[in-house]
């Protein structure tokens, strides 16, 4: 519950009360579920009151020693400098607002939930186009799955170049009497680019959907994230 006083001429008017728990968007305790299955840490950086952040916490799922109550933007920012310098921890800090720049900017990925102004963007490394959470899951999986392309793009150039290398170089010309004909070695040169981008492109037609759990609700596509920077 946050408190917010009115006042008029600086004299304190009257109070009115917000139930915080109430205004949790619905998917947001299904995408933490999801993340701490996965077995991320999930944290609150919040600048409501203890009472108030430790009500969301419980709804939600998260722990009480990952809430941070009464945050401003420079706490937040420390918070996320100790977990990097201190724990070594890669952190992805998510935000939606003014108050988030710092500690967007700080983190390792900072995502923006439907930006709002060109500060937003500058600080960001990935803005999420639609105000749903379940893109985040998107966001985390497709992050997975690059990676393993890479690494996959990565394997299969060293082999290459182990094998076609020598190849090039005569060394089995010189022992075993194999060569290949100079056409045909610039031919095995581009076919070894042109394998990749063909891998990198199959990965582009793969649907966001073949990587999503069966148990969620509903299924949003990747062009709801943007990625802003590298």
Same mark, same amino acid.
């Given at each position: 519950?946050?408190?917010?006083?009115?006042?008029?001429?600086?004299?304190?008017?009257?109070?009115?009360?917000?139930?915080?728990?109430?205004?949790?968007?619905?998917?947001?305790?299904?995408v933490?579920?999801?993340?701490? =299955?996965?077995?991320?840490?999930?944290?609150?950086?919040?600048?409501?009151?203890?009472?108030?952040?430790?009500?969301?916490?419980?709804?939600?799922?998260?722990?009480?020693?990952?809430?941070?109550w009464?945050?401003?933007?420079?706490?937040?920012?420390?918070?996320?400098?100790?977990?990097?310098?201190?724990?070594?921890?890669?952190?992805?800090?998510?935000?939606?607002?003014?108050?988030?720049?710092?500690?967007?900017?700080?983190?390792?990925?900072?995502?923006?939930?439907?930006? =709002?102004?060109?500060?937003?963007?500058?600080?960001?490394?990935?803005?999420?186009?639609?105000?749903?959470?379940?893109?985040?899951l998107?966001?985390?999986?497709?992050?997975?799955?690059?990676?393993?392309?890479?690494y996959?793009?990565?394997?299969?150039?060293?082999?290459?170049?182990?094998?076609?290398?020598?190849?090039?170089?005569?060394?089995?010309?010189?022992?075993?009497?194999?060569?290949?004909?100079?056409?045909?070695?610039?031919?095995?040169?581009?076919?070894?680019?042109?394998?990749?981008?063909?891998?990198?492109?199959?990965?582009?037609?793969?649907?966001?959907?073949?990587?999503?759990?069966?148990?969620?609700?509903?299924?949003?596509?990747?062009?709801?994230?943007?990625?802003?920077?590298?």
């Open positions: 519950m946050t408190v917010v006083l009115v006042s008029i001429d600086r004299q304190v008017t009257g109070y009115f009360a917000i139930d915080n728990s109430a205004s949790l968007r619905p998917e947001s305790k299904r933490i579920k999801r993340l701490l =299955k996965d077995r991320h840490d999930v944290y609150i950086l919040s600048g409501d009151n203890k009472d108030a952040v430790e009500k969301i916490g419980k709804s939600l799922g998260v722990k009480e020693g990952n809430l941070v009464e945050a401003d933007p420079q706490a937040k920012r420390r918070f996320l400098v100790k977990m990097k310098e201190e724990e070594g921890k890669r952190t992805m800090m998510v935000g939606d607002g003014l108050n988030d720049l710092m500690s967007l900017a700080e983190a390792y990925i900072g995502v923006t939930i439907n930006a =709002k102004s060109e500060l937003n963007l500058m600080a960001s490394d990935a803005i999420i186009l639609k105000e749903d959470l379940t893109n985040l998107d966001f985390v999986k497709l992050s997975k799955y690059t990676m393993r392309f890479i996959l793009n990565l394997t299969w150039a060293f082999i290459y170049n182990v094998i076609a290398i020598p190849f090039a170089a005569g060394v089995f010309d010189i022992f075993f009497g194999i060569s290949i004909p100079p056409m045909l070695s610039s031919l095995a040169m581009s076919a070894s680019s042109l394998l990749i981008l063909a891998t990198s492109a199959i990965f582009r037609m793969i649907s966001i959907r073949d990587f999503i759990p069966n148990d969620r609700a509903s299924v949003s596509t990747v062009d709801n994230i943007k990625v802003v920077s590298t």
